[in-house]
């Protein structure tokens, strides 16, 4: 992937589809179509994943609590992509075994046949089922569990993945297939004809402010939380479709779990689900539901955030984690479909939902990770059905997601003692997957900056340096990278 080169391919040229965001829902849609044999152009404001796409909870699942609430497709589905996922990408999906604690017979036995339900749905062979354990066995997968009149538990097993990994990886394959993306580049408005359809965009390249006239059959915005600001330029009275809902993850050491399980609280006191997840090294403890008004590319976490999560994962775990073993917390929003009925976002359905307005804008919003491929073959079957154009069946059940970091060299010294980041790492970023600034590198393409926000601040000059020389930058330019990297880091400190 090479962005000056990507750049010239704008010219005089008709794409079959133009897509507006590059998290996991808009290259979802651009290796679909590529594939298919389309042309495609994706363009991104910021980088590929910036939003909501690195910030979940990593689980490549069919979402456990759905069960409860009767969403019994959702799960279906979703638990289909988890066994496609896993065999597509099986460089980045691997096995995590939770356990949910029990302290009441009660619980054990209505958990237990849950998660009975949660394997006949799945019905695969790939992951392992679950299982009653007692109180030993409890302990010898989680040795920090909360042994106090703990009677055991149940054991399941789900997808975890690198989530902006993917996405990457997602990027490379959809390259590979000739899609040209292009991250730092932002869409501004809407051309369109006498008839009012819309026949193109007006993009901005971040970089150098230089505007694009960009000219498409489809246009498909795929811009999670900001979906409605999209919408609104294709027409100003459109309803707003997204109810933004922010989540948190605090990031400790893996000495919270102490084994490679990791724990499900399956009912906190706001009637959700918490999560420690372990994860590169680390733990993640998450996550949280809080509505918020307007969605912002650098969400931050709110103190009844951070304490909510702290006092409920502290009942279940012997070793106490505090607000000082926090190495870092990342925050992400929900795209979340709103819905006409009063009610708390827990509550809003996770389903995705494509809309085309009366001028052909294709919009994809709501959905999750999990999902990417499903929403990406429906939201291309649909427009191809609508469109002048061959209809051609989706490959991408089959296809392998490239792995981007098969040829770097694992073994060179690393910067950092607490995470792998080597210079020829960051090297490969730069040449081959459009890193531009210290923040791509450092949150995105490797993750420091999620698993330490300390360690990622000392390691900054070093890695920005090496930028620089490759991409022949000055000491102005290294200053900046730094000042504005360094505001970013108090985001995720707490
Ligand atoms: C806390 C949390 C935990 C989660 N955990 C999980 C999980 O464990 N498993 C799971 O399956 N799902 C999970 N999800 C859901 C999943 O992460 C999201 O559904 C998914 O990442 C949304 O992807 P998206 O592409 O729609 O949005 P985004 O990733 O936000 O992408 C939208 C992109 O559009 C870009 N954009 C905006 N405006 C413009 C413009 N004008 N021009 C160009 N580009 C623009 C943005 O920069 C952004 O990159 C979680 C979500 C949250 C918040």
Request: proline residues 2%; charged residues 25%; positive net charge.
């Amino acid at each position: 992937m090479n962005r000056s080169s990507n750049l010239k391919l704008l010219n005089n040229k008709i794409f079959d589809f133009i897509i507006i965001g590059g998290g996991a829902t808009g290259l979802g849609c651009a290796l679909d179509a590529s594939s298919r044999g389309c042309s495609v152009l994706l363009v991104e404001k910021h980088d590929f994943c910036k939003g909501t796409s690195s910030r979940s909870t990593k689980l490549i699942h069919g979402g456990v609590r759905y069960l409860e609430k009767g969403q019994f497709s959702l799960v279906y589905q979703a638990l289909k992509e988890r066994d496609i996922l896993y065999q597509n990408a099986s460089h980045l999906v691997n096995e995590v075994g939770f356990l949910i604690p029990t302290y009441n017979i009660f619980y054990k036995i209505y958990y237990w046949l849950g998660l009975k339900l949660y394997d006949l749905i799945s019905g695969n062979k790939i992951f392992n089922k679950s299982k009653m354990i007692g109180k030993k066995e409890a302990i010898f997968l989680v040795p920090n569990i909360e042994r106090d009149k703990l009677n055991g538990g149940i054991v399941y097993y789900d997808g975890q993945f690198n989530d902006s990994r993917m996405g990457l990886d997602i990027a490379l394959t959809a390259s590979d297939n000739n899609a040209v993306l292009i991250n730092y580049m932002s869409f501004e408005s809407f051309i369109k004809n006498k008839k009012n359809n819309i026949i193109g965009v007006n993009t901005t390249d971040i970089l150098t402010g230089n505007v694009y006239k960009v000219f498409g059959q489809k246009i498909i915005n795929c811009t999670g939380v900001f979906s409605d600001s999209i919408l609104r330029k294709d027409s100003f009275n459109s309803k707003p479709l997204i109810k933004p809902s922010q989540g948190i993850h605090l990031v400790v050491e893996k000495k919270f779990l102490k084994g490679d399980f990791g724990i499900l609280v399956p009912k906190t006191s706001d009637g959700r689900i918490l999560f420690a997840v372990p994860w590169l090294g680390h733990v993640l403890l998450g996550t949280t539901e809080t509505d918020i008004d307007k969605p912002v590319i650098d969400p931050s976490p709110k103190k009844i955030e951070i304490d909510f999560i702290l006092n409920t994962i502290n009942k279940y775990m012997e070793i106490k984690p505090k607000k000082s073993d926090v190495k870092s917390v990342f925050v992400g929003l929900r795209p979340l479909i709103s819905s006409n009925k009063k009610g708390k976002s827990k509550d809003l359905s996770r389903t995705h939902k494509i809309i085309i307005s009366s001028s052909g804008l294709v919009s994809v919003v709501g959905g999750k990770w999990t999902n990417y491929r499903i929403m990406g073959k429906e939201v291309i079957d649909l427009s191809l059905k609508k469109m002048d154009q061959k209809f051609v069946k989706s490959k991408t059940e089959t296809l392998k997601i490239k792995n981007g970091l098969s040829k770097v060299d694992l073994k060179e010294k690393s910067l950092s003692k607490n995470f792998y980041l080597s210079k020829s790492q960051i090297i490969h970023f730069v040449r081959n997957e459009m890193a531009i600034n210290i923040d791509d590198i450092m949150s995105r393409r490797s993750r420091c900056l999620f698993l330490s926000s300390e360690e990622s601040e000392m390691i900054a000059p070093k890695v920005v340096k090496i930028m620089s020389e490759e991409l022949s930058k000055n000491q102005d330019w290294i200053d900046e990278q730094l000042i504005r990297f360094n505001k970013l880091i108090k985001l995720y400190k707490i």
